[in-house]
């Protein structure tokens, strides 16, 4: 079984890069037992049973091929993989190709673009496989001109022989090469000596991103293709009882209508696809539908009925994920002591490309494209549901258009398998944006009750957190409802754990129809509201500078962060009456915020004031990244400034509201999102240090919210403890 | 249905559209160029912004009979070869992240250096405010225009 699909990854693979057989070419994965990364020839990979997950090949001419098996949603894992690659084969970024791998998990282990993983989770892995190849190039040409390897090395895709000077390119080397064995050791380069890594290098993926060439899931077409718009429950759940399509089949273009399922957490969907030659005539069609839904079995909240129920569930007992001490009998005998209570909101993620994705099932095989963040999952799941082994179920990704844990998801695609299967024909299911803004997933709404507890010499003493809201991972059937939440504690830093001698963590998870996923750094996105803001009170209370009230209970590497943010936001000379609640009155106002998750620190300074009418605007954002080791600091640059960017809409322009079971926001008109004039300055800092790499994607979401709000506490007085809120009503 | 001829980039195209068609999708589904993308549908978001005889709009608000023989410009007509002056500055500052809502983004600033060569910051408020980036590349942006403005004064 092992031997049959890795033969047939190697021919995939030389048929997805256009390579020929000559080309020497490398995989990197894991033995079976899962705890040796071994390097290995394409020959061997055949016949061994390591699980090769990365590739890389170079041609006669030199080119150097590599599939990237994460998606590009404009993380910039298209750019930061090759750069890895780079650095340790010795070549430079123009002699590398870079293909999307198809879906399949067995090759390439998991795919899924999530959790801010694509660097963290391979980098070890392929830095080691650029630096087996380049030995083995060395080797090779060492052999050749009967000196010791020692001798050369190799730089800008050649082996030079370092006494005469003697050159060869490593397209001249290939076809030897390809018949060595990799080394069982490798020596990965100093970081002091990185050439490629750790420079903001441009993306090579942006000149197609701004001459229209790119193809994002929505641009791709087959011919013959049709385009199909889907009528869904606007209750979620709903089922159709049945529909007249009279008027729909009227419009010229339309060609189908039929009813259809979506797979949603293994809960089967339902819904009436309108089929048509354009996508213009198949949305024509859908308003023209009249279908008759049974939505009976479940209730029809409110959004205030959710925020009721999950303000009930924290006063009782949670299911508890991480306690010490005793935090109920340290809090009733203490002196010093505050409760609060936050509420984030619901949100949709509205990537600025709706959902989409092209099916075309044939005899043979199913074939899927799409902007996919998770290919393997979606080659399983086709292949369970429409009973085809995986290697006939090929799931192929596009560029897309945002994803931020949406398009994760394996929803959409069974939709536009299941048309394809049924009309015999390539179909494009589209969403319109009210589709994608409606039907969710969404980010949970979420409630919070903190209590603690301020020391005599102002150290934290206790800290309790409830927590409320829908858990993702409760909605397929058979969940446990019993089990407790992990991610109770994502966005809180790993050291307070060591300081804090009384703290308990736990939810009361919300039961409720709207179907609920991850969204950009997930339950850090809202946990971080809360945790954050209770510390900045506690601060006040403690009567202690925030960000001193937070060194005093953390290490050394949340020190370094911390006099960082310190030294470049100025805070020392802007925090007059240090030690003080703040001055009510003052003009300017500071807030702090520093949170984990995805093995990132990030620090992040607000700066506000007061405008001559008295409105309150932003005037700038620092923000200190401790990803540990990293790749390129432009990308990781840009996806602060984004982070920042998308959590300032969810703070102060955007949420999801219920009412009577349906989602009321529709698209952009009442969803109000931030535009250029709303942002404010952000100025990024990197850490330089020797720790491993951590995410980069979404750590720097979590902490803007409550650097802001604790901003605006400095400069008002007023504390904000619901999300969102309009900057222009505070006063 | 209706035969519409549009002109597209200079090069005149014959399609059977129904009039209603927002132009958007004429551009995308029956002449096949997907530069110009869909982002709401309801002229929120600029994503699907062109030219229509040098001024932007939001084709996806525009009946595609409105277009007709008309000189409609998109993305792709912008340059192919990453030669124009807004796509180079694009570039220099590494604007996009998923790159989506950049084809409108880039039409609307073209627009905007065609009409005042040196922009303010008020000025690129107004012009762009009606395009979203979900990914937040904004301050980017707004660097990148000015990068452009700079770049017109060298040629």
């Excluded at chain 1, 705890?35 to 020959?43: I, L, N, P, S, Y």
């Excluded at chain 1, 969710?440 to 409630?447: S, W």
């Excluded at chain 1, 650097?707 to 400069?715: G, K, S, V």
Aim: with cysteine; charged share 25%.
């Amino acid at each position: 079984m092992e031997t049959a699909d890795k033969s047939l990854s190697r021919r995939n693979f030389i048929k997805i890069t256009g390579l020929t057989g000559t080309a020497f070419t490398l995989g990197i994965g894991f033995s079976a037992s899962g705890k040796d990364m071994t390097v290995v020839r394409a020959v061997t990979a055949e016949t061994t049973n390591v699980e090769v997950n990365a590739w890389i090949s170079i041609d006669t001419q030199g080119k150097v091929t590599i599939i990237n098996h994460r998606s590009e949603m404009g993380q910039g894992s298209f750019q930061s993989v090759p750069q890895m690659i780079a650095e340790e084969l010795e070549v430079s970024l123009d002699q590398i190709n870079i293909v999307f791998a198809p879906g399949n998990g067995r090759r390439y282990g998991s795919q899924v673009t999530g959790g801010s993983s694509t660097i963290r989770g391979s980098y070890q892995k392929l830095l080691r496989l650029g630096a087996s190849a380049r030995h083995m190039l060395v080797d090779t040409a060492a052999k050749r001109w009967g000196v010791k390897a020692s001798d050369c090395y190799a730089e800008n895709g050649e082996v030079i022989h370092r006494a005469s000077g003697k050159k060869l390119n490593y397209g001249e080397l290939v076809t030897e090469t390809a018949q060595l064995e990799p080394p069982k050791e490798v020596a990965l380069k100093n970081p002091q000596d990185y050439k490629i890594i750790r420079k903001p290098l441009p993306r090579q993926d942006t000149p197609i991103k701004v001459n229209g060439k790119a193809i994002f899931g929505l641009d791709f077409k087959l011919p013959g293709m049709l385009y199909a718009v889907v009528e869904r429950s606007p209750r979620f759940q709903g089922k159709v009882v049945k529909f007249d399509d009279a008027e729909t089949r009227k419009v010229p273009g339309v060609k189908f209508v039929l009813k259809v399922n979506r797979d949603e957490f293994d809960n089967m969907r339902e819904g009436v696809a309108v089929v048509a030659t354009n996508t213009w005539a198949a949305i024509q069609g859908r308003k023209l539908l009249k279908v008759d839904w049974d939505d009976r079995a479940f209730p029809h909240h409110n959004s205030d009925e959710l925020y009721a129920k999950m303000r009930e569930l924290v006063k009782g007992d949670p299911i508890s994920f991480r306690t010490m001490g005793n935090t109920a009998k340290t809090f009733a005998k203490a002196e010093k002591k505050i409760e609060a209570t936050y509420e984030t909101p619901y949100e949709s993620h509205s990537c600025m490309e709706p959902l989409n994705c092209v099916a075309n099932v044939t005899d043979e095989k199913i074939e899927v494209w799409g902007p996919i963040q998770g290919p393997d999952w979606i080659q399983q799941n086709i292949s369970g549901h429409f009973k085809l082994p995986p290697e006939k179920v090929h799931v192929n990704m596009t560029f897309l258009g945002g994803g931020f844990g949406r398009k994760a998801f394996t929803d959409y695609p069974y939709e536009a398998v299941m048309i394809s299967k049924e009309i015999k024909a390539p179909v494009q299911v589209v969403w319109t944006r009210e589709d994608d803004m409606t039907i969710g997933p969404f980010r949970p709404g979420m409630v919070y009750q903190c209590k603690g507890v301020v020391t005599e010499g102002g150290r934290i003493g206790s800290f309790e957190t409830k927590i409320s809201g829908q858990n993702m991972d409760l909605q397929n059937p058979g969940a446990d409802k019993s089990a407790y939440n992990s991610s109770d504690t994502e966005g809180f830093l790993e050291g307070y754990f060591n300081s804090i001698p009384h703290y308990s963590f736990g939810d009361s998870p919300l039961d409720s129809p709207v179907p609920v996923m991850w969204w950009r750094s997930v339950y850090a996105s809202t946990n971080a509201f809360a945790f954050e803001s209770f510390l900045d009170e506690l601060a006040v209370m403690a009567e202690k500078d925030p960000l001193d009230f937070r060194r005093q209970h953390l290490g050394e590497r949340y020190q370094l962060l911390i006099d960082k943010l310190e030294a470049v936001s100025n805070w020392k000379a802007h925090k007059k009456n240090e030690g003080l609640p703040a001055d009510a009155s003052a003009k300017v106002g500071y807030g702090v915020a520093i949170t984990e998750c995805f093995s990132s620190i990030v620090g992040e300074v607000v700066k506000v004031s007061k405008d001559a009418i008295g409105k309150v605007k932003i005037d700038k954002v620092w923000a200190v990244m401790d990803c540990g080791w990293y790749v390129n600091p432009d990308i990781i640059k840009a996806q602060i400034e984004g982070s920042i960017i998308m959590a300032l809409g969810a703070a102060t322009k955007h949420e999801t509201t219920f009412k009577d079971g349906k989602a009321v926001e529709r698209n952009f008109d009442s969803y109000k999102m931030p535009r250029i004039q709303d942002t404010p300055e952000i100025e990024v800092h990197i850490m330089d240090n020797e720790e491993k790499a951590g995410g980069v994607g979404e750590p720097a979401l979590p902490p803007f919210t409550p650097a802001l709000t604790n901003a605006i506490f400095d400069l008002t007085g007023k504390r904000i403890r619901k999300l969102p809120f309009s900057l222009d009503a505070i006063a | 249905m209706a035969t519409i001829t549009l002109k597209l980039n200079n090069k005149s195209h014959t399609i059977d559209a129904d009039p209603k068609m927002p132009l958007l999708w004429a551009i995308r589904d029956l002449v096949g160029l997907t530069g110009t993308k869909y982002g709401c549908g309801i002229a929120q978001c600029g994503a699907c912004t062109v030219h229509l005889e040098g001024k932007p709009v939001r084709s996806c608000s525009i009946p595609v009979s409105v277009a007709a023989n008309k000189n409609v410009t998109t993305i792709e007509g912008l340059s192919s070869d990453n030669s124009d002056v807004v796509q180079r500055a694009w570039i220099l500052e590494q604007v996009p992240q998923c790159g989506y809502c950049q084809s409108g983004q880039i039409m609307a600033a073209s627009a905007l250096l065609k009409s005042k060569p040196n922009p303010s910051d008020t000025d690129i408020d107004m012009a762009m405010q009606g395009h979203i980036c979900r990914c937040g590349t904004y301050p980017r942006i707004r660097k990148a225009i000015k990068r452009a403005a700079q770049l017109m004064t060298q040629k």
